[in-house]
Protein backbone atom coordinates (compact mmCIF):
# COMPACT_ATOMS: atom_id res chain seq x y z
CA UNK A 1 0.00 0.00 0.00
CA UNK A 2 1.54 3.72 -0.67
CA UNK A 3 -0.08 5.45 2.55
CA UNK A 4 0.05 8.84 2.32
CA UNK A 5 2.30 10.14 -1.08
CA UNK A 6 3.55 13.62 -0.69
CA UNK A 7 4.86 15.39 -4.09
CA UNK A 8 7.50 16.63 -4.57
CA UNK A 9 9.94 15.79 -2.31
CA UNK A 10 12.20 18.65 -2.88
CA UNK A 11 11.68 22.50 -3.96
CA UNK A 12 13.61 25.69 -4.09
CA UNK A 13 11.70 28.53 -4.72
CA UNK A 14 12.40 32.58 -5.28
CA UNK A 15 11.07 35.00 -2.87
CA UNK A 16 7.65 35.33 -4.21
CA UNK A 17 6.93 32.50 -6.25
CA UNK A 18 4.13 30.28 -5.48
CA UNK A 19 3.65 26.53 -5.45
CA UNK A 20 1.24 23.88 -4.98
CA UNK A 21 2.20 20.84 -2.72
CA UNK A 22 0.32 17.62 -3.25
CA UNK A 23 -0.66 15.10 -1.01
CA UNK A 24 -2.64 11.89 -1.41
CA UNK A 25 -3.86 9.18 0.74
CA UNK A 26 -5.13 5.68 -0.54
CA UNK A 27 -6.72 4.58 2.77
CA UNK A 28 -10.10 5.59 2.54
CA UNK A 29 -9.18 8.33 6.02
CA UNK A 30 -11.47 11.29 6.62
CA UNK A 31 -8.97 13.61 8.09
CA UNK A 32 -6.19 14.64 6.47
CA UNK A 33 -3.54 17.44 7.94
CA UNK A 34 -0.70 19.34 7.11
CA UNK A 35 2.00 20.21 9.33
CA UNK A 36 5.66 22.18 9.25
CA UNK A 37 8.68 20.93 10.59
CA UNK A 38 10.65 23.36 12.09
CA UNK A 39 14.27 22.65 14.45
CA UNK A 40 13.25 22.81 17.84
CA UNK A 41 9.53 23.16 17.51
CA UNK A 42 8.30 20.28 17.07
CA UNK A 43 5.52 19.54 14.22
CA UNK A 44 3.13 23.00 14.21
CA UNK A 45 -0.48 22.64 12.23
CA UNK A 46 -1.02 24.54 9.51
CA UNK A 47 -4.31 23.74 8.21
CA UNK A 48 -6.47 20.55 8.97
CA UNK A 49 -9.24 18.72 7.07
CA UNK A 50 -11.91 17.01 8.73
CA UNK A 51 -13.79 15.56 6.64
CA UNK A 52 -14.10 15.60 2.71
CA UNK A 53 -15.59 19.57 1.88
CA UNK A 54 -14.39 20.89 5.41
CA UNK A 55 -10.88 22.78 6.34
CA UNK A 56 -10.01 24.33 9.49
CA UNK A 57 -6.58 26.88 10.49
CA UNK A 58 -4.49 25.40 12.55
CA UNK A 59 -1.48 27.36 14.42
CA UNK A 60 0.37 28.77 11.65
CA UNK A 61 -2.00 29.02 8.84
CA UNK A 62 -0.91 32.62 7.76
CA UNK A 63 0.08 32.39 4.21
CA UNK A 64 -0.88 29.81 3.18
CA UNK A 65 -4.39 28.39 1.55
CA UNK A 66 -5.41 24.83 1.62
CA UNK A 67 -7.93 22.60 -0.77
CA UNK A 68 -9.30 19.63 0.23
CA UNK A 69 -10.31 18.57 -3.84
CA UNK A 70 -11.75 15.13 -2.84
CA UNK A 71 -11.77 12.69 -0.43
CA UNK A 72 -8.15 11.10 -1.66
CA UNK A 73 -6.26 14.81 -2.47
CA UNK A 74 -4.88 17.85 0.36
CA UNK A 75 -3.30 20.30 -1.19
CA UNK A 76 -1.38 23.26 0.46
CA UNK A 77 -1.08 26.35 -1.58
CA UNK A 78 1.96 28.81 -1.00
CA UNK A 79 0.55 32.21 -2.87
CA UNK A 80 3.89 33.75 -2.55
CA UNK A 81 6.50 32.14 -0.89
CA UNK A 82 8.73 33.76 1.76
CA UNK A 83 11.98 32.74 3.72
CA UNK A 84 10.23 32.20 6.51
CA UNK A 85 8.13 29.16 5.26
CA UNK A 86 11.50 27.52 4.21
CA UNK A 87 10.95 24.07 5.87
CA UNK A 88 9.83 20.28 5.86
CA UNK A 89 5.80 19.81 5.28
CA UNK A 90 4.24 16.90 6.18
CA UNK A 91 1.28 15.49 5.09
CA UNK A 92 -0.93 13.26 7.61
CA UNK A 93 -4.36 11.14 6.87
CA UNK A 94 -6.34 9.32 9.90
CA UNK A 95 -9.01 7.09 10.04
CA UNK A 96 -12.82 6.64 8.67
CA UNK A 97 -14.90 8.73 11.12
CA UNK A 98 -14.92 12.36 12.25
CA UNK A 99 -15.36 11.34 15.43
CA UNK A 100 -12.58 8.73 15.46
CA UNK A 101 -10.09 10.25 18.21
CA UNK A 102 -8.67 7.74 19.16
CA UNK A 103 -6.96 6.59 15.63
CA UNK A 104 -3.82 7.48 15.36
CA UNK A 105 -2.31 9.40 12.35
CA UNK A 106 -0.48 8.36 9.13
CA UNK A 107 2.57 10.21 7.96
CA UNK A 108 3.56 10.83 4.29
CA UNK A 109 7.51 10.95 3.54
CA UNK A 110 7.85 15.08 3.89
CA UNK A 111 8.41 17.65 1.18
CA UNK A 112 11.85 19.94 1.84
CA UNK A 113 11.15 23.39 1.03
CA UNK A 114 13.64 26.06 0.80
CA UNK A 115 12.94 29.64 -0.31
CA UNK A 116 15.57 31.54 -1.13
CA UNK B 1 -6.21 24.99 23.81
CA UNK B 2 -4.41 21.32 24.07
CA UNK B 3 -0.88 21.37 24.05
CA UNK B 4 1.98 19.33 24.78
CA UNK B 5 5.30 20.01 26.52
CA UNK B 6 8.19 18.28 25.84
CA UNK B 7 11.04 19.28 28.57
CA UNK B 8 14.31 17.86 26.90
CA UNK B 9 15.63 18.57 23.84
CA UNK B 10 17.89 15.46 23.89
CA UNK B 11 18.31 12.46 25.81
CA UNK B 12 21.62 10.60 25.97
CA UNK B 13 21.73 6.97 27.03
CA UNK B 14 24.22 4.25 26.72
CA UNK B 15 23.33 1.01 24.87
CA UNK B 16 21.37 -1.46 27.49
CA UNK B 17 20.31 1.17 29.62
CA UNK B 18 16.76 2.33 30.19
CA UNK B 19 15.50 5.40 28.46
CA UNK B 20 12.68 7.61 29.26
CA UNK B 21 11.71 10.44 27.03
CA UNK B 22 9.48 12.89 28.90
CA UNK B 23 5.80 14.32 28.09
CA UNK B 24 3.21 16.28 29.63
CA UNK B 25 0.29 17.76 27.94
CA UNK B 26 -2.61 20.01 28.65
CA UNK B 27 -6.22 19.56 27.73
CA UNK B 28 -9.67 20.43 28.67
CA UNK B 29 -11.20 17.08 28.49
CA UNK B 30 -10.03 13.57 28.06
CA UNK B 31 -6.66 12.95 26.56
CA UNK B 32 -5.92 10.87 24.10
CA UNK B 33 -2.10 10.45 23.69
CA UNK B 34 0.35 9.30 20.93
CA UNK B 35 4.29 8.56 20.40
CA UNK B 36 5.95 8.77 17.20
CA UNK B 37 9.50 8.25 16.24
CA UNK B 38 11.26 9.77 12.99
CA UNK B 39 14.54 8.79 11.53
CA UNK B 40 16.66 10.92 9.77
CA UNK B 41 15.32 11.90 5.81
CA UNK B 42 11.60 9.98 6.58
CA UNK B 43 8.22 10.86 8.04
CA UNK B 44 6.75 10.09 11.55
CA UNK B 45 6.21 6.39 12.51
CA UNK B 46 3.31 5.49 14.90
CA UNK B 47 5.01 4.00 17.81
CA UNK B 48 1.51 3.66 20.71
CA UNK B 49 -1.34 5.26 22.27
CA UNK B 50 -3.09 5.82 25.25
CA UNK B 51 -7.20 6.44 24.56
CA UNK B 52 -8.56 4.88 27.99
CA UNK B 53 -8.01 1.60 30.42
CA UNK B 54 -4.79 0.59 31.43
CA UNK B 55 -2.46 3.34 32.72
CA UNK B 56 0.76 1.82 30.94
CA UNK B 57 0.58 0.78 27.13
CA UNK B 58 2.77 -1.26 25.32
CA UNK B 59 4.34 -0.28 21.96
CA UNK B 60 6.40 -0.88 19.09
CA UNK B 61 10.08 -1.84 19.14
CA UNK B 62 9.84 -3.09 22.92
CA UNK B 63 8.58 0.31 24.07
CA UNK B 64 5.95 1.28 26.93
CA UNK B 65 4.31 4.31 27.73
CA UNK B 66 3.16 5.17 31.37
CA UNK B 67 -0.56 7.69 31.60
CA UNK B 68 -0.66 9.44 34.98
CA UNK B 69 -3.90 11.14 34.96
CA UNK B 70 -2.56 13.87 38.18
CA UNK B 71 0.82 14.24 36.95
CA UNK B 72 -0.84 15.30 33.22
CA UNK B 73 2.75 13.06 31.72
CA UNK B 74 2.47 10.34 29.05
CA UNK B 75 6.33 9.28 29.75
CA UNK B 76 8.20 7.56 26.92
CA UNK B 77 10.12 4.45 28.33
CA UNK B 78 12.36 1.47 26.99
CA UNK B 79 14.38 -0.96 29.77
CA UNK B 80 17.35 -1.99 27.89
CA UNK B 81 18.06 1.15 24.34
CA UNK B 82 19.59 0.05 21.44
CA UNK B 83 21.57 2.24 19.08
CA UNK B 84 19.27 1.72 16.50
CA UNK B 85 16.96 3.66 18.96
CA UNK B 86 18.84 6.82 18.34
CA UNK B 87 16.17 9.26 16.40
CA UNK B 88 13.74 12.24 16.80
CA UNK B 89 10.65 11.04 19.09
CA UNK B 90 7.73 13.01 19.61
CA UNK B 91 4.24 12.98 21.93
CA UNK B 92 1.13 13.88 20.55
CA UNK B 93 -2.50 14.78 22.13
CA UNK B 94 -6.17 14.70 21.05
CA UNK B 95 -8.55 16.65 23.30
CA UNK B 96 -12.15 14.63 23.51
CA UNK B 97 -13.72 18.34 23.65
CA UNK B 98 -11.86 20.17 20.65
CA UNK B 99 -13.70 20.02 17.72
CA UNK B 100 -12.56 18.51 14.74
CA UNK B 101 -10.08 15.63 14.45
CA UNK B 102 -6.81 18.00 15.64
CA UNK B 103 -3.48 16.54 16.68
CA UNK B 104 -1.17 18.34 18.42
CA UNK B 105 2.60 17.49 18.70
CA UNK B 106 5.80 18.68 20.90
CA UNK B 107 8.68 19.72 20.14
CA UNK B 108 10.12 16.81 19.76
CA UNK B 109 13.32 14.87 22.33
CA UNK B 110 16.34 13.66 20.08
CA UNK B 111 17.61 10.68 21.60
CA UNK B 112 21.32 9.39 21.65
CA UNK B 113 21.83 6.21 22.18
CA UNK B 114 25.79 5.70 22.44
CA UNK B 115 27.20 1.77 21.82
Known amino acids: NAGVTQTPKFQVLKTGQSMTLQCAQDMNHNSMYWYRQDPGMGLRLIYY???????DKGEVPNGYNVSRLNKREFSLRLESAAPSQTSVYFC???????????????FGQGTRLTVV | AQSVAQPEDQVNVAEGNPLTVKCTYSVSGNPYLFWYVQYPNRGLQFLLK??????LVKGSYGFEAEFNKSQTSFHLKKPSALVSDSALYFC?????????????FGGGTRVLVKP
Open chain 2, 50 to 55: YITGDN
Open chain 1, 49 to 55: SASEGTT
Open chain 2, 92 to 104: AVRDSKAAGNKLT
Open chain 1, 92 to 106: ASSPPSAGAVNTEAF
